[in-house]
């Protein structure tokens, strides 16, 4: 067999080539680990509503995705409401997120129907290791920043240094006022939603009591 001449046009041959088989094999790969991966976030999701909720006897509706301007950026959230195995309703977990000091800082955050804050945990963040990244224990409860137990109802939680009654993470500022705005955020998409939906099923009482009076 004839050796391949070396030449510019073979070598570019040659490297599309391996590029190729090199994109195909890592398609194949993603192919197979796509749907674990969904499993697992599912998974991680479902002990997350648990553990900010404070129970897991509990049932989830079907999410709800919800858009809203915030300081005129859109943000996204997820409202997953949550009843107890009676159907009461226990409040809501919502996903929430800000731009944290190192990227996309995502919490879900547990409210009850109060707007008391049951619990948190972190989903995502690229905040700094044993600075920011201190966010996932730092505003549990008996730690130094607990929210545990408060509310953005009155007015939003704001640290210390802005005047707030919430510490912040010790040099940390900017991790600990994202965070914050996520939550506060969250308490209000929640808040509104919640507000919708009550004025929606008065209005269908009233309807219904207007039919049952003709």
């Excluded at 194949?28 to 006897?57: C, R, S, W, Y």
């Excluded at 995705?65 to 997953?80: A, L, M, N, P, R």
């Excluded at 707007?115 to 972190?122: A, N, S």
């Amino acid at each position: 067999m004839e050796k391949l001449k070396s030449s510019l046009t073979n070598m570019v041959c040659v490297l599309v080539g391996v590029a190729l088989v090199t994109g195909v094999a890592l398609a194949f790969v993603n192919h197979i680990t796509e749907g674990p991966k969904a499993e697992k976030a599912t998974q991680t999701l479902n002990n997350g509503i648990k553990e900010v909720m404070g129970t897991d006897k509990i049932t989830v509706a079907e999410p709800k995705t919800v858009s809203q301007t915030f300081d005129g950026k859109d943000f996204e959230f997820v409202i997953h409401k949550v009843s107890d195995n009676s159907g009461k309703s226990l409040g809501a977990a919502v996903e929430s997120t800000t731009m944290g000091f190192g990227g996309d800082l995502k919490i879900l955050v547990g409210f009850d129907d109060e707007g008391e804050i049951l619990g948190y945990t972190l989903l995502k963040h690229a905040e700094t290791p044993g600075l920011g990244a201190k966010a996932d224990v730092w505003f549990q409860k008996d730690q130094p920043g607990n929210i545990v137990g408060k509310s953005p109802k009155e007015k939003p939680l704001t640290v210390s240094k802005d005047g707030g009654e919430v510490d912040a993470i010790t040099a940390s500022t900017i991790t600990s006022r994202a965070f914050l705005k996520a939550v506060n955020q969250a308490y209000e998409v929640y808040s509104k939603a919640a507000t919708d939906g009550n004025t929606g099923a008065t209005a269908q009482a009233k309807d219904k009591e207007d039919v049952d009076n003709e």
